[in-house]
């Protein structure tokens, strides 16, 4: 399949059954797309490879392409600039277990119970969290590599095993060739030998699996060898890494030369520490995309970049009445919060020669579920069912997409004990579940108790609540989400 026809064509929602599925009416198709332009179509070369990289814990406002005026982050941002930026993109879910199964299965995690994070099986138990992902679920590694992609996930898993779960199945369960994770995920791994030790303990204490030690400032540049690793070994077939880091993860242990540079430009030493570790990420990866120039794998590999939820909210690093590391932006709440904060993100596209470079999307509004379908598009992949997203590629063009399905959020389950929220300012804290249509978002708990309207196009920081203004908005939108919340995993 030529890559002019994979980007050809109209944004392709999700099927009808899907749609039902969800417990919502099939909307309107999306507004016709014409046929990309020469500068980003090419009829010329095989199928892109695909790194993703997911950052744990970074906020909307942290990159300095996205405002972040404390500290530079020139080689993410140079991507954006070579690239497509899209300012209205969402995480599956607030939290890192479950935000990472909406991107790896294309479903809203809630669907597939995840409603927190893998944690130890009592508390999983009692949340309503399963305690790995089923790995017979469609995802993205399993479905390019039935398409020839050669696959591997490095990095942060956070999808199963871990803590006192040592029967979880290993990352190649659910169609990698390979993989190297660390205590958030079993099989070969690196553990960390100065920060969460007690996590790294009780990961080696489980075996299964080859493991080794290193301070948490090596992980990210360890992680960028064990991807040119593989690149180097598959250069025979399109390849597909996913590249999950965790350098901006409280806490937060820079490279001395980082913290030295960022010294005097945080809020407090904690801050200090977020920004340094930040530096430190940006030039680990900006050397990896010189050692991919280098190979000659660059151009033609679509590097897709975003975070898998807002930034940490945690008490212990408001110093002196501080807010925590990391931004939101003008956005309300955090890591936690289903408030634009929580989940809203800025998500990079960079295929060099097949994208409107420099482009900012400021208006289509996109979801973690809608890789997978964007991915099987450009792989030449079906796309089962059940996928909730829709097919981003007209947008690597340059076209806006005006229209989607309803998107549904949920952190907790009905009927259990709700999940944390360690947020320490109540206005972030936010009702347990979510569903946006158009511009309108309405969150509310189980039992239709704290019920909020926002307009999110007028009003992103969501400081007016118009649920009793907008009865009729409000009803409609409560009945969506209450059919969606009917159809949850039990």
Same mark, same amino acid.
């Given at each position: 399949? @030529?890559?002019?026809?994979?980007?050809?064509? $109209?944004? *392709?929602?999700?099927?009808?059954? +899907?749609?039902?599925?969800?417990?919502?009416?099939? #909307?309107?198709? +999306?507004?016709?797309?014409? /046929? #990309? $332009?020469?500068?980003?179509?090419? $009829?010329?070369?095989?199928?892109?490879?695909?790194?993703?990289?997911?950052?744990?814990?970074?906020?909307?406002?942290?990159? /300095? *392409?996205?405002?972040?005026?404390?500290?530079?982050?020139? &080689?993410?941002?140079?991507?954006?600039?070579?690239g497509v930026l899209m300012t209205r993109f969402y995480d599956a879910a607030p939290i890192c277990s479950s935000s990472r199964a909406g991107f790896f299965t294309g479903r809203f995690p809630a669907e597939v119970s995840f409603v927190g994070i893998t944690a130890a099986r009592e508390k999983n138990a009692k949340l309503g969290q399963a305690d790995?992902?089923?790995?017979?679920?469609?995802?993205?590694?399993?479905?390019?590599?039935?398409? =020839?992609?050669?696959?591997?996930?490095?990095?942060?898993?956070?999808?199963?095993?871990?803590?006192?779960?040592?029967? +979880?199945?290993? %990352?190649?369960?659910? =169609?990698?060739?390979? $993989?190297?994770?660390?205590?958030?995920?079993?099989?070969?791994?690196?553990l960390v030998s100065d920060e969460e030790r007690n996590l790294s303990d009780q990961s080696a204490e489980l075996g299964q699996g080859p493991f080794s030690w290193k301070v948490k400032k090596k992980l990210t540049p360890l992680y960028g060898d064990k991807t040119i690793d593989f690149?180097?070994?598959?250069?025979?077939k399109p390849w597909f890494v996913q590249l999950w880091l965790n350098d901006v993860h409280d806490p937060w242990a820079p490279?001395?030369?980082?913290?030295?540079?960022?010294?005097?430009?945080?809020?407090?030493?904690?801050?200090?520490?977020?920004?340094? /570790?930040? *530096?430190?990420?940006? @030039?680990?990866?900006?050397?990896?995309?010189?050692?991919?120039?280098?190979m000659g794998e660059a151009q033609d590999t679509l590097i897709v970049l975003t975070s898998d939820n807002g930034p940490s909210p945690l008490k212990r690093y408001m110093k002196d009445g501080a807010t925590p590391p990391g931004s939101a932006g003008d956005l309300r709440g955090r890591k936690f919060s289903l408030y634009?904060?929580?989940?809203?993100? #800025?998500?990079?596209?960079?295929?060099?020669?097949?994208?409107? +470079?420099?482009?900012?999307?400021?208006?289509?509004?996109?979801?973690?579920?809608?890789?997978?379908?964007?991915?099987? @598009?450009?792989?030449? !992949?079906p796309v089962g069912a059940d996928a909730r997203g829709i097919d981003l590629t007209p947008v690597l063009a340059g076209e806006?997409?005006?229209?989607?399905? %309803?998107?549904?959020?949920?952190?907790?389950?009905? =009927? !259990? #004990?709700?999940?944390? &929220?360690? /947020?320490? &300012?109540?206005?972030?804290?936010s009702p347990r579940f979510a569903v946006r249509d158009g511009d309108w978002k309405l969150l509310m708990n189980a039992g239709e108790t704290d019920v909020q309207l926002y307009d999110v196009v007028a009003d992103p920081g969501e400081a007016h609540d118009l649920a009793a203004k907008q009865p009729a908005i409000r009803d409609r939108l409560k009945a969506k989400l209450r059919g969606w919340m009917a159809g949850l995993a039990k």
């Open positions: 399949m @030529r890559i002019s026809e994979w980007l050809r064509g $109209s944004a *392709v929602l999700a099927t009808a059954s +899907a749609i039902a599925l969800a417990g919502v009416a099939m #909307p309107a198709p +999306a507004t016709a797309q014409s /046929s #990309p $332009s020469p500068a980003v179509a090419s $009829s010329e070369g095989a199928r892109p490879n695909i790194l993703f990289i997911l950052v744990d814990d970074m906020g909307f406002g942290d990159l /300095s *392409v996205m405002g972040n005026r404390k500290v530079a982050t020139p &080689n993410i941002d140079r991507l954006a600039q070579q790995w992902l089923d790995p017979k679920l469609p995802n993205l590694a399993r479905m390019l590599k039935d398409a =020839g992609y050669a696959t591997a996930h490095i990095g942060k898993w956070h999808l199963g095993g871990g803590r006192d779960i040592g029967d +979880a199945p290993w %990352p190649t369960a659910y =169609g990698f060739d390979e $993989s190297f994770t660390t205590f958030e995920g079993l099989g070969p791994r690196v690149v180097k070994r598959n250069k025979d490279a001395t030369k980082d913290l030295a540079a960022v010294r005097g430009k945080g809020e407090n030493a904690d801050d200090e520490k977020f920004l340094a /570790s930040l *530096v430190g990420m940006d @030039r680990a990866l900006g050397r990896l995309i010189e050692r991919l120039e280098a634009e904060g929580g989940i809203r993100q #800025p998500l990079i596209l960079r295929w060099p020669g097949h994208v409107r +470079a420099g482009h900012r999307d400021e208006k289509t509004i996109g979801h973690g579920v809608d890789l997978l379908p964007t991915f099987a @598009r450009i792989a030449g !992949a806006e997409i005006a229209e989607r399905p %309803p998107m549904f959020w949920g952190y907790g389950k009905a =009927g !259990a #004990p709700d999940q944390p &929220n360690l /947020s320490p &300012n109540p206005r972030d804290v």
